[in-house]
């Protein structure tokens, strides 16, 4: 983990916790469909808010982190559905 950027730290350790519930859906619960997509779009959050840090101008970040807002919101939804079956 960094110690300069706070946001980087939360989206890396809220990654590694989807991967872990992406693999314990997989061997435990055998959900194939969801799983994945929650796995997509809960690592991509981080990916998007790290591309952002790198943007070429303001526009850009502030579209990769709007990227990443929707991608959160999207994981949400997974994590809903799959918090109910």
Do not use: P
Not at 4 to 20: E, M, P, Y
């Amino acid at each position: 983990m960094t110690n300069d950027n706070l946001l980087v730290d939360k989206t890396i350790s809220f990654a590694i916790r989807i991967v872990r519930c992406y693999q314990y859906l997989q061997n435990e619960k055998k959900e194939f469909v969801m799983s994945k997509q929650l796995l997509r779009s809960g690592t991509s959050i981080g990916a998007n808010v790290h591309e952002a840090l790198f943007g070429q101008s303001r526009a850009d970040f502030v579209s990769k982190i709007n990227i990443a807002l929707k991608e959160a919101s999207e994981t949400s939804y997974w994590l809903s559905i799959l918090s109910k079956i």
